[in-house]
């Protein structure tokens, strides 16, 4: 089965510290993807980063990057110098290719709150 | 920049009552799904539809929902007979291809009375 652990349900930061929202997951597949999203307070999903099995290297994009460890399937993510517009819940997902049908399987979530 | 809109933005509905969902996926998408998410809870897979057949439904997705592309622009979510339980945000989301990102639209937020 695929599934997508969340350990932290809510982290709370002052602005400018460093946070990393972990993210566990489990398939079978030997392709897969696994995204990040971003859901503030308005209620959107935002995409913010795709990854494919195949391709551990870690990526930077501003302030935000992802670590992607196949060995220990986790696929976390850290906000350098957190910001209070960084607050939302981030949802962690993965797309495996079994069922073609490509749906995406989300961890809980984790809600976080940068106070000023 | 392309996006997925959605109609309404929020739904109110007595229970038994039949409701559709409407969404314009972005243009060059071929995939497209829907999603609902219970107040505070995870958003949870629906049905994913490409090349006008269903490729893939959870066990959510039962004989009450349904879905259709009635044209070339809009994707419809029809729940049959609504319950109480069914309330929560419906998102459409699509896709260029497989295991490409979801671009997913602002919901729908039905409320069963």
């Known amino acids: 089965a695929q599934k997508v652990t969340q350990a932290q349900t809510e982290i709370s930061v002052v602005e400018k510290e460093d946070v990393t929202l972990d993210c566990v997951y489990e398939t079978r597949d030997t392709t897969y993807y696994l995204f990040w999203y971003k859901q503030p307070p308005s209620g959107e999903l935002v995409f913010l980063i795709r990854r494919n099995s195949f391709d551990e290297q870690n990526e930077i994009s501003g302030r935000y990057s992802w670590n992607f460890q196949k060995s220990t399937s986790s696929f976390n993510f850290t906000i350098t110098a957190s910001q209070v517009v960084d607050s939302a819940v981030y949802f962690c997902?993965?797309?495996?290719?079994?069922?073609?049908?490509?749906?995406?399987?989300f961890g809980q979530g984790t809600e976080l709150s940068v106070k000023p | 920049e392309p996006e997925v809109t959605q109609t309404p933005s929020h739904q109110v509905t007595q229970m038994g009552q039949e409701v559709i969902l409407r969404c314009v996926p972005i243009?060059?998408?071929?995939?497209f799904y829907w999603y609902r998410q219970i107040l505070g809870q995870k958003v949870e897979f629906l049905v994913s539809?490409?090349?006008?057949?269903?490729?893939?439904k959870s066990e959510i997705f039962d004989d009450q929902f349904s879905v259709e592309r009635p044209d070339g622009s809009n994707f419809t979510l029809k729940i049959r007979s609504t319950k109480l339980e069914d309330s929560a945000m419906y998102f459409c989301?699509?896709?260029?291809?497989?295991?490409?990102?979801?671009?997913f639209g602002p919901g729908t937020r039905l409320t069963v009375t």
């Open positions: 997902a993965l797309s495996g290719t079994r069922n073609q049908g490509g749906k995406l399987i």
């Open positions: 243009s060059n998408h071929l995939y």
């Open positions: 989301a699509s896709s260029r291809a497989l295991g490409y990102e979801q671009y």
């Open positions: 539809f490409y090349n006008n057949e269903i490729s893939e």
